[in-house]
């Protein structure tokens, strides 16, 4: 399994756009000082709190585009882009 990292800091995620093939993990970490959360906008999976230095991953199996959010500042964003077509995982 190919897994691919995504480090949330306060000014937002470093990698916040991925293009990754189907069955590709993504690791979120948790690089505050403060518990966060990654949720998918449309409700698809939520972490749960992440305490600081911690991660959280989820598998993205099905094609298509999913957008999340720290729910704790919801000013940040990303998007995971999933396609069989995508030319290396992890690409952005």
Do not use: C
């Amino acid at each position: 399994m190919v897994t691919v990292e995504v480090s949330l800091k306060t000014t937002g995620f470093v990698h916040s756009r991925q293009v990754i093939k189907p069955g590709t993990e993504i690791t979120w970490t948790n690089d505050t000082k403060a518990i966060q959360h990654v949720d998918s906008r449309l409700g698809a999976w939520h972490s749960g709190p992440i305490d600081p230095g911690e991660t959280y991953s989820h598998i993205f199996r099905l094609e298509g585009t999913f957008d999340y959010v720290d729910s704790v500042l919801p000013s940040l964003l990303g998007t995971i882009i999933v396609s069989k077509h995508a030319g290396k995982a992890g690409g952005q």
